[in-house]
């Protein structure tokens, strides 16, 4: 079976750090194109940041710009986003995904696998 397990989530006060962690079963991950999504209560789940297989490309939300950086390791078939300077505002679930395809990184549907998604809550 193929999975994608998101991991690092949990509490922090505003301005601090987390990174969260996107680990594969079951298939190659270096082979696909990862984006990681969010969804805050009450708002629709909205594209955050993506990288390329090769690592190389990567795009980010305008309102994460310059705090959060995604990159891979693909010898241990995880990605990985670093959160720094959070802000209340950055309080959701938090979803990795995977694409077989080149994508429109901020649209769902190009998306084949899903994870579980892990809780972010920036909160003094």
């Known amino acids: 079976q193929l999975h994608l397990v998101e991991s690092g989530g949990g509490l922090v006060q505003p301005g601090g750090s987390l990174r969260l962690s996107c680990a594969a079963s079951?298939?190659?991950?270096?082979?696909?194109?990862i984006g990681w999504f969010r969804q805050a209560p009450g708002k629709e789940r909205e594209g955050v940041s993506y990288?390329?297989?090769?690592?190389?490309?990567?795009y980010y939300a305008d309102s994460v710009k310059g705090r959060f950086t995604i990159s891979r390791d693909n010898a241990k078939n995880t990605v990985y986003l670093q959160m720094n300077s959070l802000k209340p505002e950055d309080t959701a679930v938090y979803f990795c995904?995977?694409?077989?395809?080149?994508?429109?990184?901020?649209?769902?549907?190009?998306?084949?696998?899903w994870g579980q998604g892990t809780q972010v809550t920036v909160s003094s």
């Open positions: 995904a995977a694409a077989g395809a080149r994508a429109i990184w901020y649209r769902e549907d190009f998306y084949n696998y």
């Open positions: 079951g298939f190659t991950l270096a082979y696909y194109n």
């Open positions: 990288i390329g297989s090769s690592g190389i490309i990567t």
